[in-house]
């Protein structure tokens, strides 16, 4: 399903822990919402279905019940205004519960657009693998930011955040960001790390200005340590990551 082929398909990533999908809802509405934008019907997903698929899943890979672990659920169109839902395993995490990455990576930039850039689809997945690959192979990163013009918008599928001072910056949805649950909370996490909040555009040519620089996924926040030759800290992040729930 993830092998780099544009394929149709929605998807989410999503974090469990003891069998069980965090924030399963709301995964769910988010995929519901795409599906229809883009396929034209909705799709019927029953959460106490999905909920077992993806506790089937996590016993095949003979997840532990401590262990926390990320799977990926994917929604492909069918004939007749039908669908299909897969469920994969992706990683075991080495925290139980969304944690602050002790990894620090390198990112560089690449201006593209794709289909439907607010919505978790296969092209998502996709442009994210090409630029990754471009990233490492020709800058030595091992990270992609995607830009339009000045605007930094994801970090491949993630949502992309700015700290200066005491400020939480991130690009609006209606600017071409991603939404996802990641999104959601850590803007809800941000009072509790003493931070406010603004919606707007990370500007490429105010990299400089930003303390730190950092995507949330399912397994919590990555702080990146460069982004095009700015260098960022890494110092609210680990309070935002501790807030997450």
Same mark, same amino acid.
């Given at each position: 399903m993830t092998g780099g082929v544009a394929e149709h398909f929605v998807y989410q990533r999503i974090h469990t822990l003891g069998?069980?999908? @965090?924030?399963?809802?709301e995964h769910l509405r988010i995929a519901s919402r795409a599906f229809e934008h883009i396929y034209g019907y909705m799709p019927g997903l029953e959460e106490r279905a999905i909920a077992s698929m993806i506790a089937d899943t996590l016993r095949l890979a003979r997840v532990g019940s401590r262990t926390g672990a990320v799977v990926m659920l994917c929604f492909m169109p069918t004939e007749e205004n039908n669908f299909g839902i897969s469920c994969e395993f992706e990683r075991r995490l080495l925290e139980a519960g969304y944690a602050h990455s002790a990894l620090r990576p390198?990112?560089?930039t690449y201006e593209y657009s794709i289909p @439907? #850039?607010? @919505?978790p689809t296969g092209f998502q997945l996709s442009a994210q693998a090409l630029f990754d690959t471009l990233a490492l192979g020709t800058h030595g990163a091992t990270r992609s930011v995607r830009r339009e013009?000045?605007?930094?918008?994801?970090?491949?599928?993630? #949502?992309? @955040?700015?700290?200066?001072?005491?400020?939480l910056f991130t690009p609006p949805l209606?600017?071409?960001?991603?939404?996802?649950?990641?999104?959601?909370?850590?803007i809800e996490a941000a009072s509790a790390a003493r931070l406010s909040v603004r919606e707007e555009p990370i500007s490429h040519p105010e990299l400089k200005s930003f303390d730190e620089l950092f995507f949330a996924d399912a397994a919590g926040i990555t702080s990146l340590s460069e982004c095009d030759g700015a260098k960022f800290m890494s110092l609210a992040t #680990?309070?935002?990551?501790?807030?997450?729930?």
């Open positions: 069998g069980k999908a @965090f924030h399963l809802a390198r990112a560089v @439907f #850039p607010a @919505f013009g000045q605007s930094l918008l994801s970090c491949g599928d993630a #949502p992309l @955040f700015g700290i200066r001072g005491r400020v209606t600017e071409g960001a991603m939404n996802s649950v990641e999104r959601e909370l850590v #680990p309070r935002l990551a501790a807030a997450l729930k």
